[in-house]
């Protein structure tokens, strides 16, 4: 049988993670704001109003509690695209950017 592609993505090899195609196949790209808002507070799991590294790398734990975490590599990389203010961690709105651009 075939695996759905959300497991294809959580369970895919290191430093494979394109955080584009992983919105797509959630289909979060297509959610209004307000439950991308959701989302954003279910992945940050400090409540801080920030998604930190921390919480990148265990990003895909939360759709899955068997996925993977993310490598360096990739947090890195997540991070780089979502902050665009430079302040090293990702606020709802640069999230919100991010899924819907």
Known sequence: AMADPLSCVLLSTADSFDYKTFFVKVG???KSKDQVAK???ILDQDRSGFIEEEELKLFLKNFSASARALTDAETKAFLAAGDSDGDGKIGVDEFQALVKP
Do not use: A, D, Q, T
Request: proline content about 0%; cysteine-free; hydrophobic content about 50%.
């Open 39 to 41: 989302v954003f507070g």
């Open 28 to 30: 979060l790209n297509s």
